[in-house]
Nanobody
Framework: QVQLAESGGGSVQSGGSLRLSCQAS??????????MGWFRQAPGKAVEGVAA???????HYAASVKGRFTISQDSAKETLSLQMDSLKPDDTAMYYC?????????????????????WGQGTQVTVSS
């Protein structure tokens, strides 16, 4: 059974940085086809994509975070990270790690979030002005 565990959330002032990590377990048999990404949900809003790494190593970013956030993954695909710089109050949300057997490249830039096979429990990020 695949399990995803996020860490690294917290509170920071506008312009600050945070680094989120997602530890994945139970994916050894399907690691070569796994796509992983980060999604977020602000209070009263729908879930939206943030960034993703597809199985071919390509990286995809939502327009709202491009140039400020960097997604990375270790070679074993057991740890997914999200470096968040120049944070804004609009980045305040619960951040979720997700994994899929399908590409997430289009999902993270779409308003329709689907095709996610596994979700983590989430980690809260709060950015104050």
């Amino acid at each position: 059974q695949v399990q995803l565990a996020e860490s690294g959330g917290g509170s920071v002032q506008s312009g600050g940085s945070l680094r989120l990590s997602c530890q994945a377990s139970g994916i050894t048999a399907a690691a070569s086809t796994f796509c992983m990404g980060w999604f977020r949900q602000a209070p009263g809003k729908a879930v939206e994509g943030v960034a993703a790494v597809d199985s071919d190593g390509s990286r995809h970013y939502a327009a709202s975070v491009k140039g400020r956030f960097t997604i990375s993954q270790d070679s074993a695909k057991e740890t997914l990270s999200l470096q968040m710089d120049s944070l804004k109050p609009d980045d305040t949300a619960m951040y979720y790690c997700a994994a899929s057997f399908s590409s997430l490249g289009r999902v993270v830039v779409s308003t329709l979030i689907r095709g996610i096979n596994y979700w983590g429990q989430g980690t809260q990020v709060t950015v104050s002005s």
